[in-house]
């Protein structure tokens, strides 16, 4: 047998920017299959007659199945690599999407699309590992910003597809669940032809720029070993909080901004259909300009900018709030709004294997995922009944969309003051 080849060989870096290729490849359509909630919102409403505070118990569900998976296929992808388990993820979502479209209430609607959350767990965790084996731990902000590049763009893929069946189709919300994932499952198909686990895999050398990259090994390490070493690390704990409120700020605006923008006036309002796309275009860009940051400018220290962004999002969330529906400014605002919110989390994913080590990198985001996910389906109900009660308006029980905007400003400033206690 040949000699692996070192990672100063050019082909190296052409096998990295390959795997990393695919890796977003694939997860840029992976939200096609769980961020299209929001706007099914308002025919799911008009069609089954279920109220907002309802089907906001409908996405909680999906988010706490997906907390769930998170901490589970975390460390199975730690076990049994990430390409296997984000291409069976993509399978499963898909075929999960189209039983939430064929629902025809609160039962089957919220056991198709929590099913399908612990499909889509299968993605996130295990290709961060694939990204933290390609990349040490001086690249691994740069890695994790185009990472999340990618998710930011899925995002904003979900958006433009769920508008494009909505109003250029004429089709109703279940085809919002039917066409955009279809993309998902071609993602699946190029992450299992053209990743590999690990350089090894692909006949080059393995990083070992860990202190613990020599000593644990994920084929000799039991999975109680990995989760005992994540649940007594105090600083992951306090980064998966900080995380938890960051995740409510992002789920509270990707599934409500539709709703407070299309809402009753839908049909009537063309210039609102598209305004809502500022949001996930902003996080898009937002992610992958803290991963740069944290890499070139804070020497791979994540905290201060996760601070930083966070409060610069609760600060453009009052703003949304205090500007009239329609207004100019709402446009930049909201991009605003998503650039800070959304940025911070490639600074939390890179602080993930900081803390806890490469061999263990899928097992700290599945735990810091889980984190996040549990939180944000615990905000989702909430603003739902919050936006339907209205308690503390002018006029309480008039349904005030535009109460998600100081919701999420508070969570993002607790947030900022949680992630103040994490050091690398």
């Given amino acids: 047998m040949s000699a692996p ?32 909630f929001g706007f099914a919102i308002p025919g799911i409403q008009a069609e089954l007659g279920l109220d907002k ?10 988010l706490w199945a997906y907390a769930l998976g998170q901490a589970v296929n975390g460390n199975l992808g730690d076990r049994f690599g990430g390409r296997r388990m984000m291409t069976l993820g993509a399978v499963l979502s898909v075929a999960l999407n189209w039983m939430t479209s064929l629902g025809t209430g609160f039962r089957s609607l919220v056991v198709a699309w929590s099913a399908n959350g612990l499909a889509q767990s299968m993605g996130w965790a295990p290709g961060s590992r694939l990204v933290a084996n390609w990349f040490g731990k001086h690249e691994r902000g740069k890695a994790f910003g185009f990472y999340l590049l990618a998710a930011g763009l899925s ?18 919300w279940r085809w919002i669940f039917r066409l955009p994932v279809l993309l998902m499952l071609l993602g699946g198909i190029v992450v299992w032809l053209v990743a590999r686990d690990r350089p090894s895999k692909a006949g080059f050398v393995d990083f070992h720029d860990e202190p613990n990259d020599d000593k644990v090994q994920p084929e000799e390490e039991t999975s109680w070993s990995r989760y ?16 938890g409120f960051q995740n409510s700020v992002r ?37 992958v300009t803290t991963g740069w940051i944290s890499d070139r400018f804070c020497n791979s220290r994540r905290s201060g900018i996760i601070m930083a962004f966070m409060s610069l999002a609760a600060v453009s969330a009052m703003g949304m709030y205090l500007l009239p529906q329609g207004h100019w400014l709402g446009l930049p605002v909201l991009f605003l709004c998503g650039f800070f919110a959304y940025g911070p989390q490639a600074a939390f994913w890179a602080l993930a294997p900081d803390l806890l080590g490469r061999a263990r990198s899928g097992t700290a985001v599945g735990v810091m995922n889980c984190f996040a996910y549990a939180m944000a389906g615990l905000a989702e109900p909430f603003i739902g009944w919050m936006v339907e009660k209205n308690p503390w308006g002018a006029t309480p029980g008039v349904e005030n969309t535009a109460l998600i905007f100081p919701l999420v400003a508070a969570a993002a400033v607790l947030s900022a003051l949680l992630a103040s206690g994490i050091r690398r």
Avoid at 15 to 31: E, I, K
Avoid at 53 to 62: D, R
Avoid at 228 to 243: E, M, V
């Fill in 53 to 62: 505070h309802t089907l906001g118990w409908v996405s909680a569900a999906m």
């Fill in 5 to 36: 080849v070192p990672q100063e060989h050019p082909s190296f870096r052409s096998a990295q920017r390959r795997v990393l290729g695919a890796v977003m490849f694939c997860y840029l359509f992976y939200y096609t299959g769980r961020q299209t």
């Fill in 228 to 243: 005992k070493a994540a649940l007594t690390n105090g600083r992951l704990l306090l980064a998966g909080l900080a995380i």
């Fill in 155 to 172: 995002s904003v893929l979900s958006y433009v597809t769920s508008l494009v069946i909505l109003d250029v189709l004429h089709l109703g």
């Fill in 251 to 287: 789920y509270g605006l990707l599934i409500w901004v539709p709703v407070h923008f299309l809402g009753d006036n839908f049909k009537s309002n063309p210039a609102g259909k598209w305004i809502s796309i500022a949001l996930p275009v902003g996080m898009a860009l937002g992610a």
